[in-house]
């Protein structure tokens, strides 16, 4: 039914027993903070509001596909366009893809990846 769960440690908010609602199609973790995304292409971030992870999330719709570094977040939007949020003390948002025509993303603690819809 698209539920979130969640357990662990509650130090920061990373457990949020509110997502009792259902309609959730993709979960990623980063540090002390989760992003969702729902079945009508919003995401939900939860956990600790630390150098951006959650304040500064998209609040559009239209995102298809959801990853988190150690403290940055990263969204793919349905027109293959990618967005990011979160820290950046490291460039981790450096050089970001402005361009569409993405199909995939990643992300590893402090760098992401976006891979192109003719697979370079």
């Known amino acids: ?10 130090y920061v908010g990373q457990r949020d027993d509110a997502l009792t609602s259902g309609g959730f199609i993709a979960i990623a973790c ?3 903070r989760s ?3 729902r079945d009508d292409g919003t995401v ?8 951006g992870q959650g304040d500064d999330a998209p609040t559009s719709g239209g ?30 948002r450096d050089d970001a893809p402005t ?9 590893g603690d402090y760098h992401s990846l976006a891979l ?3 697979g370079t």
């Open 1 to 10: 039914d698209g539920t979130v769960v969640t357990w662990g440690r509650r």
């Open 30 to 32: 980063g540090c002390f």
């Open 35 to 37: 992003v969702a995304l």
């Open 44 to 51: 939900v971030t939860w956990g600790r509001r630390y150098v």
């Open 63 to 92: 995102f298809v596909a959801i990853a988190c570094g150690d403290h940055h977040s990263v969204a793919l939007r349905d027109d293959g366009t990618v967005v990011t949020w979160g820290d950046h003390r490291r460039s981790q």
């Open 99 to 107: 361009s569409g025509g993405f199909v995939a993303i990643a992300c």
């Open 116 to 118: 192109r819809d003719d």
